[in-house]
């Protein structure tokens, strides 16, 4: 048991169930106060991403089996801990949970609906065809973090509030996937990553601009539907101010130190996930 759930990467899934949860609470900005029928829903879809990110991860194994034999020997499937049989059903059985639990929610809201399609047709695009394409691919896991929040946006029917939160939570994922594939390199087969193809220098701009462009875009709730004078917006500054100091360090050390700039990378997205939250209490 504890072997599969290595396998679905737990901290992962519990980072999209409160991406989702997160996205929701702040389209709908009552704070925690929302009726019950809300909760309802926004759990359910929480659910649905978390069982469709865990469907991925499983997927992601399978196919990345080679390359982890180098790059991560410790995983499940390399060890033999989970077969590859079992890591087979597994994925199918979490992708089919995460659609029939949505269901009810759908009904009521189809962009959910919507999103949940373009989330699994990038996911299953991403693992045949982006992945062994570099950039492409990490283009494709910046999409999939920013629809987390559009997810639970829709849920509240407020999904244009939280394309800021969208496009950040896009932009800081991208400079980590590049700094992941900068870190991978040696391990990396039958892919042609950014750091591969340009170099390691020219793949640390990139992750560098992307933070930039994300921390000039963390200005923007304030300036547009948060009063920054208010407890949820000081909240917010403070917090974000946080996390964007902490993004800055996951770049600053680029192109050396990759291991510990991806640390940093999480980090200050687990802090900006906490700002996020502040804006619900507008």
Do not use: C
Not at 34 to 44: E, H, I, K, R, T
Not at 132 to 144: C, D, H, I, K, R
Not at 248 to 263: I, K, M, N, W
């Amino acid at each position: 048991m504890l072997s599969a759930l290595r396998l679905l990467r737990p901290g992962n899934l519990a980072v999209s169930f409160l991406g989702t949860i997160v996205g929701g609470l702040a389209a709908r900005g009552t704070g925690v106060s929302a009726p019950g029928a809300f909760w309802l829903w926004v759990v359910l879809a929480a659910a649905s991403t978390a069982l469709v990110t865990a469907g991925g991860n499983a997927l992601n194994d399978l196919l990345d089996l080679e390359g982890d034999r180098l790059n991560h020997p410790d995983r499940p499937l390399v060890t033999g801990e989970v077969s590859v049989r079992a890591a087979k059903a597994i994925t199918v059985a979490l992708f089919v949970l995460g659609v029939v639990v949505v269901v009810p929610v759908i009904v009521f809201v189809p962009l959910v609906g919507v999103i949940l399609v373009i989330a699994i047709g990038s996911l299953l695009l991403y693992e045949s065809r982006f992945k062994a394409e570099g950039f492409a691919g990490n283009l494709t896991v910046a999409l999939l973090t920013g629809l987390v929040f559009l997810y639970g946006g829709a849920v509240a029917g407020r999904v244009e509030l939280v394309a800021v939160f969208a496009g950040m939570a896009f932009l800081a994922t991208l400079s980590r996937e590049v700094i992941k594939d900068a870190e991978d390199m040696a391990g990396d087969v039958g892919r042609r990553t950014l750091p591969q193809s340009h170099g390691v220098v020219a793949a640390s701009r990139v992750a560098q601009s992307s933070v930039a462009i994300a921390i000039a875009a963390s200005v923007l709730p304030v300036l547009w539907f948060v009063p920054w004078a208010s407890v949820a917006g000081i909240m917010y500054v403070v917090l974000v101010v946080a996390a964007d100091a902490i993004f800055v360090v996951s770049v600053r050390y680029l192109p050396e130190r990759l291991h510990f700039e991806q640390t940093m990378s999480k980090v200050a997205m687990s802090v900006a996930l906490f700002a996020f939250l502040a804006v619900a209490f507008r």
